[in-house]
């Protein structure tokens, strides 16, 4: 195929082509829409029972509520355009409230988060905001950053460690930590600071202090806020569930992939395990008790582990374990009836200060239906909706070791702590806990490189491809917007050959 085709060919190239979608996340399912919407037959595999991944929505005490993702970054060109497409526009909210608290329930204290900071480092350390949290004498120690020469040996990358070198523990501990862990699920020292806070080496370079630079790049570098749905996430998934069918995809939910190779004429086999009682593989072009398929193109959009096991025996060499141990993060969603919670007081969200030992209670509490206006009307009077989060790996997790009696009690508890509310069983309408993945963002230190490499050697291959959040970085803009990509490069190979991609 060349570029000179004709337009006729073209078409012919897309409707030729059959682009199997391994995955039905938020990754999969843009991936499947990009490909769906010029006529390519698209076939998506999700292996649970219903599509959205993270992007979760649970009945609770009779109202419809997000238990995984619940919102994006306001201004993501990618999320926003799909969301456009599919007519959603008129669902778009913003958070009425939305304050960062900070709580460190060992030491029985919390402040809201200074305004002034990037990633929680201060513009001010004698701000009352800043010296509330870190005391007078961390408030010195943050001044010496003023008064200590510039780093002048290349940029720091390591955001914890810049922090601590510069501005002291207790700005690292009670300011930064908090947002790193509670949001991220990771260190500051696993933050790439160029990446996490572009400008910022630089403007330390010129105004000759971390403090300055915070002032600096505060000018030009407000934090994006956050759009969601009124009604909830899942509406995104339904309404792109819906276009692909009109768009004629097949969507199989409840199949596993178990397997991909290459046929001898250079396409895919995808090997499949349905679940017995799904109707909807006998009604697709697929054989009646059929387990495989053959595709011109492959997206491989599930988890990394997956994506390494299924890539194992088509790539020159296997995609290299990932550096970093998945963080585990356990949700508890509860519906509770406390009126002291009318007056959100804790803002939207607060983050706990990690305990020495590591996680060995929440790290965070979302105070939802104080965030989204929507949420708060569906609760009720006095009613709340509150997700708590609790991280670690397998094998050290505060929450995953614990029974549903057991965690019940624990995740009030820990809600009580960091809302500042005592809650007791009475209070609690209903509860649920969910389980997930929590990838490392794109601002991790290595993310970058370990991503372009594994897209390197999965690119090699064509018209393979890899999307999701463990390669494109966790987050619903990151990932939609990495799909988009992909999508279009493999659409490129697909209707152009190799060189259409380049
Ligand atoms: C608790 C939590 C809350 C979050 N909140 C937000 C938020 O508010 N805003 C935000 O921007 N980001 C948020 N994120 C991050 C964001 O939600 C994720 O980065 C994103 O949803 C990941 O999408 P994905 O498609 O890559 O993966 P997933 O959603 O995990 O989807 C992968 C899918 O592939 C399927 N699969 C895997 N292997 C196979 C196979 N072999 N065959 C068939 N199917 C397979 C899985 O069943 C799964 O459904 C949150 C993350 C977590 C964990």
Not at 360 to 381: D, I, M, P, Y
Request: proline letters at 4%.
């Amino acid at each position: 195929m060349h570029t000179g085709d004709s337009f006729d060919d073209l078409v012919s190239h897309a409707r030729d082509a059959h682009v199997a979608v391994i995955g039905g996340g938020i990754a999969g399912l843009v991936a499947a829409h990009e490909f769906a919407k010029v006529g390519i037959a698209t076939t998506v595999f999700e292996a649970s029972p219903r599509l959205g991944g993270v992007i979760r929505g649970a009945e609770l005490g009779g109202i419809t509520v997000d238990v995984g993702a619940t919102s994006w970054r306001a201004d993501s060109e990618a999320v926003n355009s799909l969301i456009s497409e599919l007519g959603l526009q008129d669902c778009v909210c913003a958070p009425v409230v939305d304050t960062t608290w900070i709580c460190d329930p060992a030491q029985g204290w919390a402040a809201p988060s200074p305004q002034e900071s990037v990633l929680g480092i201060p513009a001010n350390p004698w701000d009352e905001s800043v010296r509330r949290i870190i005391g007078w004498g961390g408030t010195w120690r943050a001044y010496l950053d003023r008064l200590r020469p510039p780093m002048t040996i290349g940029v720091a990358r390591n955001l914890g460690s810049l922090v601590r070198s510069r501005m002291g523990a207790k700005v690292h501990d009670r300011l930064v930590a908090p947002l790193t862990f509670g949001r991220f699920g990771i260190s500051p020292d696993d933050v790439d600071v160029d990446v996490a806070a572009p400008g910022l080496n630089g403007a330390l370079t010129r105004t000759g202090s971390l403090s300055g630079a915070v002032s600096d790049l505060r000018v030009d570098h407000r934090t994006a806020g956050l759009s969601s749905l009124e009604g909830g996430m899942l509406q995104l998934v339904t309404a792109l569930e819906q276009r692909l069918r009109d768009l004629g995809a097949r969507i199989h939910t409840s199949t596993t992939v178990s397997g991909v190779s290459r046929t001898a004429d250079g396409r895919w086999r995808v090997e499949f395990d349905a679940e017995s009682g799904d109707a909807e593989l006998v009604d697709g072009d697929e054989p009646v008790g059929s387990t495989s398929l053959t595709a011109s193109a492959v997206v491989l959009a599930g988890s990394r582990e997956s994506t390494e096991r299924l890539t194992r025996s088509i790539l020159p060499r296997p995609l290299e374990p990932a550096m970093h141990p998945a963080v585990l993060r356990e949700i508890v969603t509860m519906l509770v009836d406390a009126p002291a919670l009318d007056a959100a007081p804790r803002g939207a969200e607060v983050y706990a200060v990690p305990g020495e030992t590591g996680a060995t209670t929440a790290s965070g509490v979302v105070h939802q239906s104080a965030r989204w206006e929507w949420l708060r009307r569906a609760a009720g009077e006095s009613r709340h909706v509150i997700s708590v989060a609790f991280d670690g790996s397998a094998d050290a997790h505060p929450s995953l070791v614990r029974g549903d009696g057991d965690l019940a009690e624990f995740a009030r508890g820990a809600a009580s702590d960091l809302l500042g509310v005592s809650l007791d069983a009475r209070h609690v309408i209903a509860w649920r806990r969910d389980l997930f993945t929590l990838e490392r963002p794109s601002t991790a230190r290595g993310h970058a490189e370990e991503s372009a490499r594994d897209r390197r050697l999965v690119q090699g291959a064509g018209t393979l491809s890899v999307v999701g959040a463990w390669v494109a970085g966790s987050g619903l803009a990151k990932v939609a917007a990495d799909a988009v990509e992909e999508a279009d490069r493999v659409r490129r190979t697909l209707l152009w050959g190799a060189e259409g991609a380049s």
